[in-house]
């Protein structure tokens, strides 16, 4: 679960967004869920609902000297 405010710009309008999510994680893959509330309406390229998916990678450890 989590909280967004995102802050969208195309240099001539802006729009503040906030963004609830919830999701659902195992070992190191995660999918979220997300619905974007504009607080004001310049622009209407922001979609309203958003679903995302994570994969984090192990990096190789390097030993320390």
């Known amino acids: 679960m989590g909280l967004n405010i995102i802050y969208y710009t195309d240099f001539d309008k802006a729009s503040v967004v906030f963004r609830p999510e919830i999701g659902l994680g195992i070992e190191k893959a995660k999918l979220v869920y997300g619905y974007n509330w504009k607080f004001n309406k310049p622009f209407d390229g922001i979609n309203k609902h958003l679903a995302g ?13």
Request: net charge positive; charged share 30%.
């Open 53 to 65: 998916l994570t994969y984090s990678f192990t990096l190789k450890r390097l030993k320390s000297e």
